[in-house]
């Protein structure tokens, strides 16, 4: 078992919703950050939105604020990404990260330096 397992990913019709869920054991989290990043064929992986454990964040990257909400369950140790009026655009393998802080360029980019535990993945797909 990986300590960072993603589920929910499948196919899903252009404009609707879907939620991702990140499971984390056997690792410590309760005073770092996780995020959620996705990476599309031929392109590098970005950074999509981020929190901080302790209450900082949320953060998100351009392409997904206002659709996309992160959040984390203390008592179920568990991520969260609600994804809303998903485009095509959005189609991706979707990663689960947790790190110590997340890291950001001036431009408010999230990057994934500074996160040290990576899932699996789980791969989204939309249609049209």
């Known amino acids: 078992q990986s300590q960072l397992e993603e589920s929910g990913g499948g196919s899903v019709q252009a404009g609707g919703s879907l939620r991702l869920s990140c499971v984390a054991s056997g690792l410590t989290i309760s005073t770092g950050s996780m995020a959620w990043f996705r990476q599309a064929p031929g392109k590098e992986r970005e950074g999509i939105a981020a929190l901080y454990i302790t209450g900082g964040g949320p953060y998100y990257a351009d392409s997904v604020k206002g659709r996309f909400s992160i959040s984390f369950n203390k008592a179920k140790n568990t991520l969260y990404l609600d994804m809303g009026n998903l485009k095509l655009e959005d189609s991706a393998m979707y990663y689960c990260?947790?790190?110590?802080?997340?890291?950001?360029?001036?431009?408010?980019?999230?990057?994934?330096?500074?996160?040290?535990?990576w899932g699996k993945g789980t791969l989204v797909t939309i249609s049209s």
């Open positions: 990260a947790a790190g110590q802080m997340v890291g950001t360029t001036s431009g408010g980019r999230i990057t994934e330096h500074g996160m040290d535990y």
